[in-house]
């Protein structure tokens, strides 16, 4: 896998639960999507505010921690780990440049206040072994897992 030489745009997201469905907000609030899962009776997707228009790495990032979020509550029924009420998935995904080449790498930080940082680390592992979205780019683009205990 090719290391990117030069970042060339961010996209990132922080995802959560809420009563409404699941909730990914870009980082600079140009994305703020309520998604919900298939069979739910809450809508599928509804953009709130989009201004101005959300990068195709928001996107990506949007879409993946929402489903990682999801994979996260599969986790810890399997592991039976309680998470906190304010547990939240983070993820950047850059589009680089390595000579002539693009590549796209990210970084997914697993927010779970309260735990410790071996389950923490549990949880995150078993959840990147879970979701369709790190199944998918599992070997093609290089992706940091990181936990935030505190």
């Not at 309520?34 to 953009?47: D, E, K």
């Not at 983070?90 to 390595?98: A, F, K, N, R, S």
Request: a negative charge; proline letters at 5%.
């Amino acid at each position: 896998m090719s290391k990117i030489e030069k970042v060339l745009a961010s996209g990132k997201t922080h995802t959560t639960l809420s009563s409404a469905g699941t909730t990914s907000r870009g980082h600079n609030g140009s994305v703020d999507i309520q998604l919900s899962s298939p069979g739910s009776t809450q809508p599928t997707h509804v953009f709130n505010a989009i201004q101005p228009h959300p990068t195709a790495e928001q996107l990506f990032s949007g879409a993946w921690s929402a489903c990682f979020i999801a994979a996260v509550g599969l986790a810890a029924k399997q592991l039976n780990v309680e998470l906190p009420a304010d547990h939240a998935v983070d993820i950047e995904v850059d589009l680089g440049q390595t000579g002539q080449a693009y590549f796209l790498q990210a970084r997914l930080t697993l927010r779970v206040p309260g735990l410790s940082e071996d389950t923490a680390n549990a949880l995150v592992h078993a959840a990147d072994s879970i979701c369709p979205y790190s199944k998918a780019i599992k070997g093609n683009i290089d992706v940091a897992l990181n936990v935030l205990t505190a």
